[in-house]
């Protein structure tokens, strides 16, 4: 099947500072995506959705940008907090679902500099 | 706390063993799936129940099965074990049929050690 990959595997800032984690998909058929957090000993916890008919979306803090020319997808997350250090998860899927349920990236660890 | 609760947390067992892994999906949500999450694949879809009905397959060995009950809890069960079986085993579950839908909600998983 096809696959959701990122781009960096850690990714470090400092406290405060703006962070962007990246995801490429392949899919051309996936119109739902979804970022997950998943801090350590918890199962991955949903932050924000977009479908296809969106650029954008914003939620607290998170903005998740979705440009469909390229199969490029970000997770904005701005003036970053210790308890944002966790991996992060893009995942997508046809709408309605595809045969493999959400297809996962291999997640981006982020980690919050004091 | 998504709602989702998975039990038991953490599972240590033999190769050749059988084990169940069981999940209860958050209120009002029809759709229960299973998700494995080792270190060298990520999260693999393994299968999806929705009311009762098996609604789709991944990844998921012959070794392993599931099922939903009426009061739509799950199991996925483990059988004949090897070690390469050792992973966190995710349920997840939203309210509707497909994945694409609406969000699924994880529950924090069965960490499983086959020795």
């Known amino acids: 099947g096809e696959s959701v990959g990122l781009h960096l595997p850690t990714l470090s800032v400092q406290e405060g500072d703006n962070s962007i984690i990246n995801c490429a998909y392949s899919?051309?058929?996936?119109?739902?995506f979804i970022w997950y957090k998943q801090e350590s000993g918890k199962g991955p916890q949903f932050i924000i959705d977009?479908?296809?008919?969106?650029d954008k979306r914003q939620g607290q803090r998170v903005t998740v940008l979705l440009n469909k020319t390229v199969k490029h997808l970000s997770l904005q997350i701005a003036a970053t907090q210790p308890g944002d250090s966790a991996v992060y998860f893009c995942a997508e899927t046809p709408s309605g679902g595809g045969a493999d349920g959400l297809t996962f990236g291999k997640g981006t660890h982020l980690i919050i500099q004091p | 706390d998504s709602g989702v609760t998975q039990t038991p947390k953490h599972l240590i067992t033999a190769t050749g063993q059988r084990v169940t892994l069981r999940c209860s999906p958050r209120s009002g949500d029809l759709s229960v799936y299973w998700y494995q999450q080792s270190l060298d694949q990520g999260l693999q879809f393994l299968i999806q129940?929705?009311?009762?009905?098996?609604?789709a397959k991944g990844n998921i060995l012959e070794r392993f099965s599931a099922q939903q009950f009426p009061d739509l809890h799950s199991e996925l069960n483990l059988s004949s074990l090897e070690l390469g079986d050792s992973a966190l085993y995710f349920c997840?579950?939203?309210?509707?049929?497909?994945?694409?839908?609406?969000?699924?909600?994880f529950g924090n998983g069965t960490r499983l050690t086959v020795t």
């Open positions: 899919n051309s058929a996936s119109d739902y």
């Open positions: 129940y929705y009311n009762g009905e098996e609604r």
């Open positions: 997840a579950s939203s309210v509707d049929p497909g994945a694409g839908n609406s969000p699924l909600h």
């Open positions: 977009i479908r296809s008919n969106m």
